[in-house]
């Protein structure tokens, strides 16, 4: 999606600037920060294991773009790759997730309700 610059940056750098907009925006402390860079870590782990699987996954889906057709069972295949991947890394994402939201104060966890409403607005139109 990114080209070269995405392969290069695109997750850590992404999650790092995610990061920290969440920590200047949540006044995170010190310890809040390290569990938020646990999850961080955590995920481009996950994404770095998992990179050639991903690119060839994104080969079929220009293919299946470039066709005369969209083929149901390859998109249907695809698709349930990307939920089984979910599914194997869910339980190493969520208890650092999970260790991150315990420690944050009830106003940072509006806070971060306003951040995520105010995102969803750019994605989610009436």
């Known amino acids: ?24 925006k949540l006044d995170l402390t010190a310890e809040q920060r390290i569990k938020l860079e646990a999850v961080k870590d955590t995920l481009v782990d996950i994404n770095k294991a998992h990179q050639a699987e991903r690119a060839k996954h994104l080969d079929e889906i220009k293919r299946e773009i470039l066709s005369d057709g969209l083929n149901s069972a390859k998109i249907r295949s695809l698709i349930g790759l990307r939920q089984r991947f979910i599914n194997e890394n869910f339980d190493a994402v969520f208890g650092k997730v999970a260790e991150f939201h315990a420690s944050l104060m009830p106003e940072q966890k509006r806070k971060a309700v306003e951040l995520l409403e105010k995102a969803t607005r750019h994605w989610v139109h009436d």
Not at 4 to 22: H, Q
Request: avoid cysteine.
């Open 1 to 24: 999606m990114f080209g070269k610059l995405g392969d290069r940056f695109g997750s850590k750098l992404g999650l790092g600037l995610l990061v920290l907009g969440a920590s200047s």
